[in-house]
């Protein structure tokens, strides 16, 4: 099945009692049983609904995996994969990743004695380096944010395999539309389903997509157990999403493709983040691991003052300042007090991200309109 069809069809099925072609909102906290244990599937809706079963029917279908398990948040999903090990257990995190990521691993988790590891995915060798025998489980990103590098999952995968251990791809900033990682040898794939997948800058969700039925069942428990599952509308809204996403994802390609080049052209611009130049380091790797290369990127000016950044940052007007991503409209955003706030200055730099670092979230917009915009902003 191609992708398109695959994306408006996965999950999809029409109502029994009514034919409706789309899944009900099942607004209910529980259902009727006939006699104890003599009941439809469905006893509690923080166990079971069928409109979070529907979705994640549906996110299994577009990562080509079996499973699929739906939660709150995409730092709700997170927070139940590291659920899955113990005390002393170790893990091996990027360098450049999300800043809430960052904060629930060093913040959390490290208090319950997991320790982590951050390093430069981009060469799977350093990867390799700080592997021992506590380490447990890879946590990748790729492409990351919001340096855009890249990392060869297919490297990444055989490591996993050779010493046991779990390997989970952030395919946030990608979307099931450019990569799908479970293919490439991943063992589960996070999304914060509020970015590409919902698409509307209407929804909070999270998501992990698997193989292992061993992991699935472990993951569901903790899911059912800890309670972080996302109500049926917001459910309604994924499934909604994800029936646009490949029209999406060609715009956003499109739109990213023309600005990125703009920004590199831009005699104010110093550097452009974007891993669909020909000359990033990460390239060969993206392009045989993806199908495109997105409509996320990061640039920084030549006047790199914090000032002369916050005059870009508060000059736009179609790119709106805000923080999130993947939504139908552009987004400007400043990673160092916003989405990687939490992320301590001195690690922040050392990996690249500087105090005056702009992200772009490129919509769908006219990109004309949007090239316009971002000219008088730079000026």
Known sequence: MKLGT??????????????????????????????????KGFEYARSQNPT???????????ENGKFGLAFSSGVAATDAVIKLLQPGDEVIAGADMYGGTYRLFSKVFARFGITFHYVDMQDAQ?????????????????????????ADIGALSALAKQHNLILVVDNTFASPYLQNPLDLGADIVM??????????????????????????????????????????MDCFLVLRGIKTLHVRMQRHCENGREIAHFLRNHEAVERVYWCG????????????????????????????????ARRVLSSTHLFSLAE?????????????????????????????LTDSLIRLSVGIEDASDLIEDLRQAIG
């Not at 979070?52 to 577009?62: M, S």
């Not at 350093?126 to 890249?150: G, R, S």
């Not at 139908?328 to 007090?337: D, F, G, K, R, T």
Request: proline letters at 6%; charged letters at 20%.
């Open 126 to 150: 350093n990867v390799a380096a700080v592997i021992n025998d506590k380490t447990k489980l890879i946590w990748c990103e790729t492409p990351t944010n919001p340096l855009m590098n890249i």
């Open 191 to 232: 999304h914060s389903s509020t970015k590409y997948l919902g698409g509307h800058s209407d929804v909070i969700q999270g998501a992990l997509v698997l193989n292992d039925q061993k992991l699935r069942d472990e993951l569901y428990f903790i899911q059912k157990s800890c309670g972080a599952v996302p109500g049926p």
């Open 324 to 352: 999130s991503l993947g939504g139908v409209e552009s987004l400007i955003n400043h990673p160092a007090s916003m989405t990687h706030a939490s992320i301590p200055r001195e690690e922040r730099i050392k990996n690249g």
């Open 277 to 308: 130049f020909e000359d990033h380091p990460g390239y060969a790797v993206a392009q045989k691991q993806m199908r495109d290369f997105g409509g996320m990127m990061s640039f920084t000016l030549k006047d790199d003052s914090v000032e002369n």
């Open 52 to 62: 979070r079963f529907a979705l994640e029917a549906a996110l299994a279908g577009i």
């Open 6 to 39: 695959k994306f408006i069809h996965a999950g999809a099925e029409p109502d029994p009692s009514t034919g409706a072609i789309m899944t009900p909102i099942y607004q209910t906290s529980t259902f009727v049983q006939a006699a104890p244990g003599d009941h």
